[in-house]
């Protein structure tokens, strides 16, 4: 049985900062230029063509069909970046794990630990919101086999370090997979130069930051991690449970 979800965050939240208004202004030009890009040829022909091959029984809306920003409080002290959008996913549905399973098991562990106002995120209408938490992506167009090739990878590298650098309150970040893990590394979007030697990949790994912020990895929330086991409800509410506690420092 899962254990009791721990207290839920108050709703209330304390007045903007200008520092906060400044940064949801600038995440919102940040927008812009993301949803706007066609840098990548093979990423942006395959996020149009996904479209042609719609699983059965998915609403028959359009795809949405370009690149994804991220979403969130722009006052979080908690963020948490993935790989990329997922082809039938949040290429469909215009938002970050919207609509496939990554994002069911995701926005419920954040429902859970209270930084969610609701555990289902199935349409960008619906209603979804983050209050202390921002969720955000390495790379911002779906790839073909969730596989963005390194210059890729390094095309988009300057959307996550625009983005985390207007993150100014964050104090915790959570690396979902390895993939996110070495991208933020490698980009230097966490404002570091990657340790050397670099630590090894490891679910529960977690690297202290200048500024008393900390880096904590856990195994991307995939259908295939989450399925097979590799990763459990109980083994990422305890990440993020741990990330929670210092991001709150
Ligand atoms: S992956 Fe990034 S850089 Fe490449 S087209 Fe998409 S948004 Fe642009």
């Known amino acids: 049985m899962h254990p009791s979800p721990p207290p839920r965050r108050s709703s209330k939240r304390p007045p903007a900062s200008l520092a906060s ?8 030009s940040l927008r812009e230029e993301v949803v706007a890009c066609r840098a990548c040829p093979r990423l942006v022909a395959w996020r ?8 059965a029984g998915f609403p028959p809306a359009p795809y949405w069909a370009r690149p994804l920003p991220g979403l969130g409080d722009p006052s979080a002290r908690l963020v948490l970046v993935g790989l990329a ?3 039938h996913g949040g290429n469909r549905t215009g938002r970050m794990f919207t609509g496939d399973r990554s994002g069911d098991f995701l926005f419920a562990a954040l429902h859970r630990a209270g930084y969610a106002n609701q555990p289902e995120s199935v349409s960008s209408d619906d209603g979804l919101t983050l209050s ?3 969720v955000t992506a390495a790379v911002r167009c779906a790839p073909p086999a969730n596989r963005p090739t390194p210059s890729e990878r390094d095309s988009c590298a300057h959307f996550l370090v625009e983005e985390l650098a207007l993150l100014s309150q964050a104090r915790a970040f959570i690396a979902l997979g390895q993939f996110a ?5 490698r980009s230097r979007a966490l404002g570091v130069a990657a340790p ?5 990949f490891a679910h529960g790994l977690e690297i202290d930051l200048p500024g008393g912020r900390t880096l904590v990895c856990s195994y991307h ?8 086991g590799l990763l459990t409800a109980a083994m990422f509410d305890a990440v993020l449970s741990r990330a929670a506690s210092l991001a709150a420092n």
């Open 132 to 134: 202390g938490a921002y």
């Open 221 to 228: 929330p995939s259908q295939r991690n989450v399925f097979t």
């Open 196 to 200: 050397m030697p670099r630590p090894k």
């Open 21 to 28: 208004l400044t940064s949801l202004t600038s995440l919102a």
């Open 48 to 55: 149009e063509a996904a479209e042609a091959s719609r699983p």
């Open 85 to 87: 959008p997922a082809q």
């Open 181 to 185: 893990y070495e991208s933020l590394l």
